[in-house]
């Protein structure tokens, strides 16, 4: 499983909030990725990271942002969480070494409910 | 924008038949293409992938065909078992970024 460990798997939180979600991995990878599930939409990317400090956004990054500190954690925080999203998240390392290679594994996911 | 899509949201199929899912994309330009299966529950995984200078490729029990002429991409199961049964995500590379699909469901009858 590559060794990635999503935390919280589940949160419900109110409008207007701060969540932040955390990704950790044991293997030293590089790439990290944050990507939402949706009905009908399927994986949409948030943010990645290339290295520590890296980062870049994704096709759906308004409302979030990242941090990456340590090679093993990625950090994805919404500021003020709003219903939209809602969603299922997902964080995934690139173990192919490059962010082309396509063969992402990915984490168990982390379901959060914006009430 | 450009996205990848699937022709059937949902297949059935008898366990120990073949099953075949269908991918369409509209970007000429993607060059790696791969499929993930999904399970109720759990994160994607990784099945099979194939670069854009192929047109086959197989792994154990799956086959993936590309034709590039008509932007068509499928995922050929043989012998379907049980544990098929899931979500198949196709996804193609553009520029760095995989872009997947919204999903096929694979439902396996005993």
């Known amino acids: 499983d590559a060794g990635i460990t999503q935390s919280p798997r589940h949160k419900v939180t109110e409008t207007g909030t701060p969540v932040t979600l955390r990704c950790h991995q044991t293997e030293n990878h590089r790439y990290m990725y944050w990507y939402r599930q949706d009905p009908g939409h399927g994986l949409r990317l948030i943010h990645y990271?290339?290295?520590?400090?890296?980062?870049d956004k994704g096709e759906v990054s308004d409302g979030y942002s990242v941090s990456r500190s340590k090679t093993e954690d990625f950090l994805l925080t919404l500021e003020s969480a709003t219903s939209s999203q809602t969603s299922v998240y997902f964080c995934a390392i690139s173990v192919g070494g490059a962010m082309n290679t396509g063969e992402l594994f990915f984490g168990e996911g982390s379901r959060l409910t914006v009430l | 924008g450009e996205s990848v899509g699937l022709h059937l949201p949902t297949l059935s199929v008898q366990e120990g038949d073949n099953s075949i899912i269908n991918c369409a994309y509209s970007?000429?330009?993607?060059?790696?293409f791969i499929w993930y299966k999904q399970e109720s529950g759990k994160g994607p995984q990784f099945i099979i992938d194939i670069r854009s200078n192929m047109d086959k490729r197989q792994g154990q029990r799956v086959t993936v065909l590309l034709n590039k002429t008509v932007k068509h991409l499928s995922l050929q199961i043989a012998a379907t078992q049980p544990g098929d049964s899931a979500v198949y995500f196709c996804?193609?590379?553009?520029?760095?970024?995989?872009?997947f699909g919204s999903g096929t469901r694979l439902l396996v009858r005993p």
């Open positions: 970007n000429s330009a993607s060059d790696y």
């Open positions: 996804a193609e590379n553009l520029l760095d970024k995989l872009i």
């Open positions: 990271s290339y290295g520590v400090k890296d980062t």
